[in-house]
């Protein structure tokens, strides 16, 4: 497996970026970490004219939090994020969930917002970002925008960025008061991609439950606060709703029944860490 | 840096295990690749080559990683170790080394390379690993002959000595 030919541009400004992603549209691709898009090139998923590294400018490799969000800019790496020290004070559902992201082999390199730019549909990032009502802010030469997470994931692998922008940081609200969060992932293997992914988080007025790795992309509920069977049964209908398939991994009604099991002890924990 | 050309090769340099190196590649040309054939250093091995079984594993940077989700231009400038960089002198094994030989953590040695610079990484951050937290960090690592067992033996065997080895320094 080998890549076919491209460029490779080293953008030393972002402005630089810009104009490549303006001047080739479709046809280039913004490298960060590599770990989703060099497989995709390598197995040819990915033809791309040109690749625009964006590893090489300072300003995309922060950190910034205030007491309402995190803000986490495009060289992050998920390494990083995952050792900062106030990430499980900030955010606990991103505490929880950054370790199940690939191996730390891989979270050595690739980064948050790569993660979000890929928009696997069993990828824990994305799924993470749609609980907590998290925003995706993109840039071109002509302007900034902020998009809300349920707006731009769209479906498989695709997302509501235009072909001339980037993701220059993704934004997750930090720990509310009041509010618990619990994240449950079941995979052949730590580290593979998840088979079926929940994200919960439980408020005063009942709880949002997001589940990945079922549908096209994530999917997210919100519900009063159900207890017993009434949880039970809201369970099921969204189990039935994901439209679950087949595949070389798991069955369609054993991606169901994880979405029953894990959904409720996702639910569960999330109210206990209310308390 | 200007645009590199798809067609054209380019010259890319690079500390790899101490010392400066330079070579020709495409832009499209794998940093594994570009190790074996266009630096004849064949210690990292290549295996699945979509990041899942962890053979080509290297340090970049300080940090493991695959290189086979590694173009040879991402790496230009950046600090490389190898497999052959481990051993302190020829003819001597580094203590992580040493520590797979005596417990037989390997059979046919095509993980071994890249467990060995993953490890090596984790220790040196972790010096005090438990069993449990270094199965999870090696779940980034297929080995079809050993069962992980032994691997994990030779790794706590060579922290404890790692860690005496710096009480008496």
Redesign the interface.
């Given at each position: 497996?080998?890549?076919?030919?491209?460029?490779?541009?080293?953008a030393?400004t972002l402005a630089e970026a810009h104009a490549?992603l303006a001047a080739e549209g479709e046809d280039a691709r913004v490298?960060a970490g590599?770990?989703s898009l060099?497989?995709m090139?390598?197995?040819r998923m990915a033809r791309p004219?040109?690749?625009i590294?964006i590893?090489h400018l300072p300003q995309l490799a922060k950190i910034e939090s205030d007491v309402n969000t995190i803000h986490i800019g495009a060289g992050v790496r998920q390494?990083k994020l995952l050792a900062w020290p106030e990430i499980h004070e900030r955010q606990p559902l991103l505490a929880a969930a950054l370790?199940w992201v690939?191996?730390?082999?891989?979270r050595?390199?690739g980064t948050i917002c790569g993660s979000v730019a890929h928009a696997d549909p069993s990828a824990e990032i994305p799924l993470v970002l749609l609980a907590l009502k998290g925003a995706i802010h993109l840039s071109s030469r002509q302007k900034q925008r902020r998009v809300s997470a349920i707006d731009f994931f769209t479906g498989m692998m695709s997302t509501a960025r235009n072909d001339d922008e980037l993701i220059e940081a993704v934004e997750a609200p930090c720990r509310a008061p009041g509010h618990g969060y619990a994240f449950r992932e079941f995979g052949r293997?730590?580290?593979d991609f998840a088979i079926v992914a929940c994200a919960a988080v439980a408020h005063a007025d009942g709880v949002r439950l997001a589940i990945g790795g079922v549908a096209d992309c994530p999917a997210v509920r919100d519900y009063p606060d159900l207890t017993g069977t009434a949880l039970d049964d809201a369970l099921d209908e969204f189990a039935w709703e994901l439209d679950a398939r087949d595949d070389l991994h798991a069955t369609e009604s054993f991606r169901r029944n994880l979405v029953r099991q894990l959904g409720r002890a996702a639910i569960e924990e999330a109210r206990r860490c209310r308390a | 840096m200007p645009r590199m050309s798809a067609d054209a090769n380019h010259r890319i340099r690079f500390k790899l295990n101490g010392r400066m190196v330079e070579a020709d590649a495409e832009p499209r040309m794998l940093l594994t690749d570009f190790l074996r054939y266009n630096l004849a250093m064949t210690g990292t091995h290549v295996g699945c080559e979509h990041g899942v079984c962890g053979a080509c594993t290297i340090e970049i940077d300080g940090v493991p990683a695959r290189a086979c989700l590694t173009l040879a231009v991402q790496a230009d400038g950046a600090d490389i170790r190898t497999i052959e960089g481990l051993a302190p002198a020829p003819g001597r094994l580094s203590v992580l080394q040493e520590a797979f030989r005596r417990h037989h953590a390997l059979q046919c040695g095509f993980c071994t390379a890249g467990i060995l610079l993953s490890l090596e990484c984790y220790l040196r951050d972790n010096p005090s690993p438990d069993e449990a937290t270094l199965r999870d960090y090696l779940g980034g690592h297929l080995c079809r002959c050993t069962g992980y067992v032994t691997i994990i033996a030779a790794a706590l065997d060579a922290a404890e000595r790692l860690r005496d080895a710096n009480k008496d320094a």
């Open positions: 497996m080998k890549p076919a030919r491209f460029d490779y541009l080293r030393g490549t490298l590599g770990q060099v497989p090139l390598s197995m004219k040109v690749l590294d590893m390494a370790p690939g191996h730390a082999q891989t050595s390199r293997r730590h580290g | -």
